[in-house]
Each structure stands twice: as structure tokens, then as C-alpha cells.
């Protein structure tokens, strides 16, 4: 995939959370129209776009009553960076829960319009073992993950 655009009910709140919460970078901002953004460490022009509807929109009836996206995965280079993000996450309140998938950890929350979003750190392949092939929803404890991974902790941005 290169880059999702998603209808929002004011392109400049969005923005302002995909900075301040998920640490991307403004490309392109009309006020009120659209935003075009890179997601760190991307060399992408830009990974998501947010256009302005209007805050008479009505709430994602998608995956409840109609069909529709159900998230988009963001994805982090260490566990280290899952363990930062845990703590932005939850500190901005926008956490819904977290899965371990086996092979890939994932953080789910909710941005301003409460679309979900998933942040995600991808086990390497040599390590997924049978869990590749299972359909895995575990509980996460980052902990237990950490002293697992011990050695995929790297640098936290």
C-alpha cells in the first residue's frame, strides 16, 4: 500500500493529532480543506491524507451496519518504539485495546472522528515459527514481550 485518504470531519484536527500524538510531518496544509502527511522515519511523499468534510458528518457506521474499512496498521522498526507508543497512546487516552498477533504486536486506538488505527510491530520472519499460520488474538503484555525480544528493544524514538 502507499498511501490511505480518509473523508474526516476537520482535516486540521486530524493533523494536529497524526503531529502530536503519532509524530508524522505535515507535507501539504489548506486549513480547514486537506492535509497530506508522512509517517516518520517514511520516505514516502506522503502516507495519509485527510480531507474535511464537515462536523455535521455522522459517526463510521462501517463493519456495524454498513461495509467499510475497518483500520489502518502503522507500523514501528523495534518493540522498543511498540513500548514508546504504548505510553503516547495512552497518555493521549485514545487506547481501545492490544492484541498479540503471534506474528506482529499491535496497539489499537481511536483518532479524533473514532476511526480506528492499529500501531504494530512485526515479529522478524525468522522468529513467526507456526504462528504464521494461525489466526492469533492473545492478550499483549509488553513486558513479557520485551524479555522475549530482549534483543529487538533497540533505540525508542
Known amino acids: 500500500m502507499n498511501h490511505a485518504v480518509l473523508y474526516v470531519r476537520d482535516s486540521t484536527r486530524h493533523r ?3 503531529e502530536d500524538v503519532l509524530d508524522f510531518v505535515t507535507v501539504i496544509d489548506e486549513p480547514g480543506q486537506f492535509a497530506f502527511m508522512r509517517a516518520p522515519r517514511s520516505d514516502n511523499h506522503h ?3 485527510f480531507f474535511t468534510i464537515g462536523e455535521q458528518a455522522q459517526q463510521s457506521a462501517a463493519g456495524r ?11 514501528v522498526e523495534t518493540l522498543g518504539d511498540l513500548i514508546a507508543m504504548e505510553r503516547r497512546l495512552s497518555a493521549a487516552g485514545v ?9 506482529n504486536k499491535s496497539l489499537y486506538c481511536m483518532d479524533p472522528d473514532g476511526l480506528e488505527f492499529e500501531v504494530m510491530w512485526l515479529v522478524p ?12 488474538i492473545r492478550p499483549l503484555n509488553l513486558d513479557e514481550e520485551a524479555a522475549r525480544f530482549p534483543d529487538m528493544i533497540g533505540a525508542s524514538s
Open 65 to 75: 451496519e454498513t461495509v467499510g474499512l475497518y483500520h489502518l496498521a502503522w507500523e
Open 47 to 49: 502516507d495519509i491524507a
Open 16 to 18: 494536529q493529532f497524526y
Open 125 to 136: 520472519i525468522d522468529r513467526w515459527g507456526e504462528e504464521e499460520h494461525e489466526a492469533i
Open 95 to 103: 487506547m481501545k485495546g492490544a492484541s498479540d498477533h503471534g506474528a
